[in-house]
């Protein structure tokens, strides 16, 4: 048992969680653990997000405590101190957190003064947590298919002038796809900030996900210009082995065509 350190809201956890044995975790996709929850054990995937968020604390105790996950911290950290470095007015940002999940990331940047932010993901039980658990943070949260949007949303996000992107920790394991980054990349403005994570492997090596393909060619035809990138230990793996990611932060400059998705896929 332990307790919440993530979020204003200091949910007491409560509940037993069990890691199944090392050597059953080899990699993330295995990822599994039991919860004790009215006297009877469950086992959940760890990336079944849908069920996790049902229950309050749970992703946070599992893994931003148990797992020690760093990723909101350390992406929306790096985040701030560039646009403070750059002296760029944090109260007019606008930004869109995607794949926002249950609000860790949009939790710190509202703590830091950041008072326009709307939410993105696709499964609906992330937006019934973030408003359970963290209400206030967000401005909006849509629960969409960033590919593809209903024509009314599709023109509200566009007409918002969001001039920030946050993407954290839903990169590869089939989560954000390229095609789905473009389509939020492509809703900021011309010199807007981009801030993600991702597996150091798919970002350096080229993966069955085309992350690395689409990195970098969108970073050698100028549409993304890295200003940071750091490597760090993302969290545990549950066999205690580190998963490495690197941090990336930087400035867009144009939109991405379909010309080079289309190379990507
Ligand atoms: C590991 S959670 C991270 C949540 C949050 N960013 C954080 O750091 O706590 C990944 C989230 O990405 C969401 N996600 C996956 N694919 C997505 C997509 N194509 N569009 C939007 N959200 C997506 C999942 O539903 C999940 O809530």
Redesign the pocket.
Known sequence: MFSQKVGCMKTAFNYKVRFPGEKDIQIPEDEYFYVKLKGKENKIWLHD?ARIYTIAGLYEGVVSNKLDCQ??QVVANLLLKEIRLSGFDLSIARVID?????G??GEILHREGVQSIVG????PE?ATAAQRDRPGVYKNYHIA??CNLHPTLAADLKHSQFNTLIC???MALG???PD?FAHAFNLITNGGWIAFNILQKAYKIPDDWGLYNFFSKIIKYGNLEVRIEHIYRHRLLMNGNPIENVAVIGKKWKNIPDKILSTCQ
Do not use: N, R
Request: charged share 10%; glycine share 8%.
């Open positions: 997000y990723s909101p995607f794949g926002a999940g249950c860790l990331v993105i993901d696709t499964i992330a298919d960033i954290v920790s839903a989560h954000v796809s789905a």
